[in-house]
């Protein structure tokens, strides 16, 4: 069983970069297809980016061309790379895992879930 730990949120200025990450546990990482999600109060859940065990990529229409997802399997651990970032940014970010490899824009398809790390952005 793999688990998942968040961590790089925090409280920057509209413009400003983060990185997020997010450390899986457990020695079948290479098999999952990993993604980001975010919620903000009182809206759903918000797919982000996802990224599939051999490197595809999809992303989310209000983050295409800011944010970047990559993964780094030697070291267990997916980044979202967040440039540009706005107000409407802020949120609880998740990351998720799917088992057998392939990207999903659904929450529902996937099947672990860390504990989200807040990414606050002021104007």
């Known amino acids: 069983q793999v688990q998942l730990v968040e961590s790089g949120g925090g409280v920057v200025q509209a413009g400003d970069s983060l990185r997020l990450s997010c450390a899986a546990s457990?020695?079948?990482?290479?098999?999952?297809?990993m993604g980001w999600f975010r919620q903000s109060p009182g809206k759903e859940r918000e797919f982000v980016a996802a990224?599939?065990?051999?490197?595809?990529?999809n992303y989310g229409d209000s983050v295409k061309g800011r944010f970047t997802i990559s993964r780094d399997n030697p070291k267990n651990t997916v980044y979202l790379q967040m440039d540009s970032l706005k107000p409407e940014d802020t949120a609880v970010y998740y990351c998720?895992?799917?088992?057998?490899?392939?990207?999903?824009?659904?929450?529902?398809?996937?099947?672990?879930w860390g504990q989200g790390t807040q990414v606050t952005i002021s104007s």
């Open positions: 998720a895992g799917r088992q057998g490899g392939l990207r999903s824009r659904e929450s529902a398809a996937y099947d672990l």
């Open positions: 457990g020695r079948t990482f290479s098999d999952y297809a």
């Open positions: 990224i599939s065990r051999s490197g595809l990529t």
